[in-house]
Structures are given as C-alpha cells and as structure tokens.
C-alpha cells in the first residue's frame, strides 16, 4: 500500500443552474445537432436544386456559406465566447458559454451548443442572409454556413474525445490543445485555422 495520500479525482463538470430543467438541457449529447442540422440543410439544399439553381451554382454559394462561417467561428470565439467583463453578470456569461469549457474541457456534453441556442442563432443567421438576398441564395448560403458550423461541432469533439492517427487529425488536436494549454490569446480557430494565419493570431 502507498504510504503518500490519494490525490482526489478531479470533477469532470459542474452543475451550472439551480433549476433542475434548466440544468437537464444545458446538457446535450454531442450528435445531437447532426441529427437535427443534417436533414434541415439536405432539405435546403434539395428545395433550391428543385427551385432550378444549377449544380456550379450551388457549390459555389455552399463553399462562400463555409467561409463565411469559418469567420464568424473565430469572430464568436475570439471576441465573444472569451470576452470576461468586470461586472458578474459578464462573468457568468463568460462562464455559460465558454468558460465551462476551459474548466472542464473534456465534459463531451457541454460541447456543444444546445439545440435550444443553436436554433434560434441559425434562424438570425438565416434571416440575415434572406433579408440581403434572393430566398434560393440565402438558403444555398445557410447550407454552407450550417455545414460549416457542423464541422466545427465534429472537429471540436474530435480534438477532445477521440485519438488522432492521422497527420491532418494530430495537426488538428495539437493546435486546439495549445489554445487549451498554453494561453487562450491565440488559435481561435477550430475547424480550420485560416483566420487565424490571417491576422495573425496562430501563435
């Protein structure tokens, strides 16, 4: 027997609210915004391809879709989701949508957003894109935009619950953790680190 003193077991999460139905859906399983994202956007997609928007189209307004949302991945992580105010209310904001995270990086159920965050975002976002462009455009753009958004939710999960093998994976993982591990200033990209290189901010 060890005669040095068990070192207690780190928490894996925390409670969050004191209301019990709002504590049970700060939770959610990490595939669930696939099972609700996936058919939402193959339904966009297959409505404009049906509306009569060629092929070349669609993909192009699907990859600018991506890229705006790759921006706006490292727009929301950089200046929103790690933006801590004086004030307490600031910092439980902070802590309700990032902060949580840092603390507990490897509570898979507080990975990603609820569907009751992620809904009401991606229908501002929709709204958005409709209100600046034609309806088949918009929703073109969305698919893209959503897809992105999904990729991010996967890449995020993969970085922190499954093991890398392949170089693009343990690029990937290393370059998440050092946002993790060795300083948050920098690496606020998830999915891809573009912006990044862009402005400067990869470390």
Not at 95 to 105: E, K, L, Q, S, T
Not at 133 to 157: E, K, N, P, Q, T
């Amino acid at each position: 027997m060890s005669s040095g003193r068990a070192r207690a077991k780190e928490p894996a999460s925390c409670r969050m609210f004191d209301t019990p139905l709002i504590e049970y859906f700060s939770r959610i399983h990490p595939a669930s915004p696939f099972g609700f994202w996936v058919p939402a956007l193959l339904g966009l997609v297959g409505w404009v391809l049906y509306d009569g928007m060629a092929l070349g189209t669609l993909a192009l307004l699907v990859f600018m879709g991506w890229l705006a949302w790759s921006l706006t991945e490292y727009l929301l992580h950089r200046f929103v989701f790690h933006w801590i105010g004086e004030r307490p209310w600031q910092r439980r904001f902070h802590f309700i949508f990032h902060g949580v995270h840092h603390d507990f990086p490897q509570d898979s159920r507080r990975l990603v957003f609820p569907l009751g965050v992620s809904i009401p975002l991606g229908l501002v976002f929709f709204l958005g894109m409709d209100l600046l462009f034609s309806r088949a455009v918009a929703c073109a753009l969305f698919a893209g935009f959503g897809g992105g958004y999904l990729a991010y939710d996967g890449i995020h999960y993969f970085t922190h619950h499954v093991p890398a093998k392949r170089s693009i994976g343990k690029f990937l993982k290393r370059y998440h953790m050092v946002h993790h591990h060795a300083g948050v200033e920098a690496r606020w990209g998830v999915s891809i680190p573009l912006w990044d290189r862009v402005f400067g901010t990869n470390g």
